[in-house]
Nanobody, 115 residues
Framework: QVQLEESGGGLVQPGGSLRLSCAASGSIFSINVMGWYRQAPGNQRELVAAVSSFGRTTYGDSVKGRFTISRDNAKNTVTLQMNSLKPEDTAVYYC?????????WGQGTQVTVSS
């Protein structure tokens, strides 16, 4: 089993920045993809950003140029730096680890962008 513990999130004004972190523990297969998804009320869960254990990154179109994902393979952590936040970025953000055709999810952390 894999456990994901998220930290960060909260309330920020438009144009501000936040950082989300996620630490994975348990039986982690070394080849995996870690990332962040988000879900706003009434919307489907969508990919924000992901990074493979080889360092390949993928971003959702709406966050390109504003968010940066990074990981530390030795510590099994992934970080999402979110800049130039917009009200439409408001959502619950979920950490994800995908390995061996299995998805693991964190409990979610709320990000609210509002003045």
């Amino acid at each position: 089993q894999v456990q994901l513990e998220e930290s960060g999130g909260g309330l920020v004004q438009p144009g501000g920045s936040l950082r989300l972190s996620c630490a994975a523990s348990g039986s982690i297969f070394s080849i995996n993809v870690m990332g962040w998804y988000r879900q706003a009320p009434g919307n489907q869960r969508e990919l924000v950003a992901a990074v493979s254990s080889f360092g390949r990154t993928t971003y959702g179109d709406s966050v390109k140029g504003r968010f940066t994902i990074s990981r530390d393979n030795a510590k099994n952590t992934v970080t999402l730096q979110m800049n130039s936040l917009k009200p439409e970025d408001t959502a619950v953000y979920y950490c994800n680890l995908a390995a061996r055709a299995t998805n693991y999810w964190g409990q979610g952390t709320q990000v609210t962008v509002s003045s």
